[in-house]
């Protein structure tokens, strides 16, 4: 599985920008913000971005810990694992602004007026 997220970051951005409206169209999401943020949700580069993030920078020790400290696994993600890896997400939310605008471009440019 994780090597199919890695085959889709193969592939060009500006290829899949008529596919992404042809869904939008299909969703009835145009005109509105939903394009602007749900794919953005869930996109390979950021999969993988915090997977090795999450991977390197968290040890097992810690998230032991917190499973010593009676913490369910919600609980160690919550308040373990996230404050840890804030700076990797907000490099993640960083590098989505700017597909967001590309995003807004491909959406509002291609969209009929009347």
């Excluded at 008529?18 to 394009?35: D, E, S």
């Excluded at 915090?50 to 020790?61: A, Q, S, T």
């Excluded at 993640?92 to 009929?112: K, M, S």
């Amino acid at each position: 599985m994780f090597f199919l997220i890695l085959a889709t970051l193969m592939i060009p951005r500006f290829v899949n920008i008529f596919p992404f409206y042809v869904n939008m169209v299909k969703l009835r999401w145009i005109n509105t913000y939903l394009p602007l943020f749900v794919p953005q949700m869930a996109n390979a580069s950021g999969i993988y971005l915090m997977n090795e993030y999450i991977e390197r920078l968290v040890p097992n020790d810690l998230i032991n810990a917190g499973q010593i400290d009676w913490l369910n696994h919600f609980q160690v993600l919550l308040w373990v694992v996230f404050p840890s890896v804030q700076p990797g997400y907000r490099h993640y939310r960083y590098r989505g602004r700017h597909q967001q605008l590309e995003r807004i471009h491909a959406v509002t440019a291609c969209t009929p007026q009347g």
